[in-house]
């Protein structure tokens, strides 16, 4: 393989990871890559495993559009202002579409009208309105297939509708009714058959473009819409009906077949609910409840979120609660994987909370919280999670800790005064103010200094009059307590006895995490002394030069013990001039040095500037 070979192959390479990580417009060779991805095409019919956790769904909202705001471009003078970016991972941060704009201003309008606060996000709103009209749903992509374009036109209508609701601004009308005729007038461009990828995608878009072109003829009064809507549903319908074992469980694209059933519910079904119940309760429970991620290339977080979205709409055309059951356990399910808690959610389950994408974390609050909204009650606050002390965190015998929670609004009213308490080894009081899909930190007077090393437990309360649901209303928190050992010694050098200069890291090893726990220097003798917790440390050892640093790696710090750590060091007689401008090239010297157990400093000119003049006598001639 020639060097010109390798470099098509990583760019090619490099391209298609791009294509994994994001929703623009694929043609049939993107979807045949993609699928040489995966493992199998179709899953049998699985339910995520987990505890059943709570949150605040307002909360979660606003985080998103927080999220959502961060990735914004902000740029006036760009021509993709007011774009959404496709995600926080390098590889996907310029990607900027229109689709993810417009679920955007979903996003931003259902916060400021489930909250009241109309102004926070009002610029982010209109500065996206400014990118959709320079590039509109219409004129997307689309040589080989109108799906995508329809794709983004549904989400136009679904923007429009929250906007106008929320700001009264009916300037954007003409925008949404052009791209609800393109709807229209493509309808019969997306033929439906198994034999390729259009073939499976067009369904579930079809899905799409009949439930947001239904709701929006509904709300603006334009029959035609409706009419056109009903007809694309019931097509969709008689897809399923052909074949309902396959066309139930199958995930293309950033959609699954609960796009394809949701939009059937909310056109023929909604339209006519006696003509259609018997129709949706036969092939409701066929419908795929949850999809694993098989491949690192998978969007399972995307396709799980439209099998909720559906589960939403088929348990209210049913008033059946297991239906809403599963939409409210896969909203959990995608809720629990923000764990760097940015609000944002990555597409694949598998992926790491560096990769969340805007897209599917839009998706998570429009298909998910949103249905769990009108479930909630109308005055709920709990305390939410312990800041100071952590449960993560070890804490020394007899160090003062301040007390503080952050206590979260689970319900739709505003509430002001709420007493919190804290009780268990350190009691106190104090109050929040929470406004819907707010939190706010409880900062409890005084610090508890625990005297005993133990395990402690704290609980945190609230006590709100009326508050309809006491299942959030104590936390509790497991916190350990150890106790401090002296650890005293020295570093010094090997021949003279002289005491060294010197910096030392201690590293606590886990569990809970291996953590830098303290540092200290070394005084004018080369001796030092720290309180450590007791656990088992590694020590990186930072001399001045010409001393090589060194790790020690293994030392007990034991409960009631003595712990003396004296190092003994020898100057390096060989120094390493690393000046490749951050290339790699010194390892072939290092690994070699340390193979056979030359000390050697090691200098990063591109880190480090300049080697000091005045020190290299301390060094033999240099070698050459």
Partial sequence: MNLRVILLFAVSSVFFAIQVFSTPYWDEHDFERFQAQRFFPYEVHETPEGPSLS???PYQLAEIARFLSVWQVSDSASPDYGGMREGEHPEVQNIIETDNTQESIWIWCRYAQLTGDTTTYRPNTDAAWTYVSR??????????????????????????????????????????DSCADYIVTRKDSLPFDDFNFYGRLHPLVAGWGAGTLYEYGLSG????????????????????????????????????S???????????VVDDPPGWSAWLTDFAESLQVYEEASSWNDWNNSWNIWYANAFNS???????????DYHRMLTDTLLIQDTDEDGGIPANSMHTDTMDQSWVSCYLGMMGIEGLIDSLPAHDVGPLAFLSPHEAVLIPVGDSVPVAVTAVNYGLSSESGVPIEVAGDFSAATTVDLTVA???????????????????????????????????????????????????????????????????????????????????STDISGDFSVSLVTGTYDI???????????????IDVVKDSTVTVDVKLTPASLLIMDDDEGKNYESYYTSSLDSIGVNYILWDVSSEGVFPISIMSLFGSPIR
Avoid at 540 to 554: A, D, K, N
Wanted: proline residues 5%; hydrophobic residues 40%.
């Fill in 258 to 268: 609960g796009t394809a059933m949701w939009g059937v519910v909310n056109s023929v």
């Fill in 438 to 520: 707010s939190s706010d930190t409880a900062l409890f007077p005084g610090f508890w200094v625990p005297l005993v090393d133990s395990v402690y437990e704290l609980v945190a309360y609230t006590s709100l009059l009326l508050d309809e649901d006491h299942s959030n209303d104590t936390l509790r928190a497991s916190i350990i307590v150890l106790p401090v050992v002296i650890v005293s010694g020295s570093v010094k050098d090997s021949l003279s006895g002289n005491g060294i200069d010197a910096w030392l890291y201690f590293h606590r090893m886990g569990p809970p995490a291996d953590t830098l726990w303290d540092s200290t």
């Fill in 55 to 57: 949150y605040s769904y």
């Fill in 135 to 176: 590039y509109p749903a219409y004129n997307e992509e689309g040589t080989q297939s109108p799906y995508y374009r329809i794709h983004n036109c549904g989400w136009a209508l679904v923007a429009y509708q929250i906007y106008e609701e929320v700001y009264g601004d009916t300037s954007r009308v003409i925008y949404a």
């Fill in 540 to 554: 990186q050892i930072s001399p001045t030069i010409p001393y090589p640093e060194t790790t020690v790696v293994g």
């Fill in 314 to 324: 088929i348990g209210r055309a049913l008033t059946d609660s297991r239906y809403a």
């Fill in 221 to 256: 009064g334009r029959q035609d819409y409706v009419d056109t809507a009903l007809v694309l549903g019931a097509r969709v319908a008689d897809w399923v009906d052909s074949n309902s074992a396959k066309r139930l469980s199958d995930e293309v694209w950033a959609m699954s």
